[in-house]
């Protein structure tokens, strides 16, 4: 499974930006798909996770509201909406995914996450 992520760039403090990832192999509609973001000299933090369904979706406390994620299991992609965006959203965002078991018990665990993109660089500027 390879998973390959696109969309960042720079933007200004409330803007909108939408990153893509693309996922080769045949295993994309039986996993779960996720986003994880890296801050300059930050540990690597949970954003959101949409389980293989589509049903069970979960999101960072602090991101509620203005990240919305989705899937396309036709186009074998995920998506990350990003709104209102602040200076504090600037990172490296990882696109991820992994087996659906027991997902919602330990969904922000970068450790349960087998699968992990290149990464894609956002920056907003205030």
């Known amino acids: 499974v390879q998973l390959q992520a696109s969309g960042g760039g720079l933007v200004q403090a409330g803007g909108s930006l939408r990153l893509s990832c693309g996922v080769s192999g045949r295993l994309f509609g039986n996993i779960a798909m996720g986003w994880f973001r890296q801050a300059p000299g930050k540990e690597r933090k949970f954003v959101a996770a949409?389980?293989?369904?589509?049903?069970?979706?979960y999101y960072a406390d602090s991101l509620k509201g203005r990240f919305t994620i989705s899937r396309d299991n036709v186009k074998n992609t995920v998506y990350l909406q990003m709104d209102s965006l602040k200076p504090e959203d600037t990172a490296v965002y990882y696109c991820?995914?992994?087996?659906?078991?027991?997902?919602?018990?330990?969904?922000?665990?970068?450790?349960?996450?087998?699968?992990w993109g290149q990464g894609t660089l956002v920056t907003v500027s205030s």
């Open positions: 991820v995914g992994r087996r659906s078991a027991a997902l919602k018990a330990n969904v922000t665990v970068s450790e349960r996450y087998a699968y």
């Open positions: 949409m389980s293989r369904s589509g049903v069970g979706v």
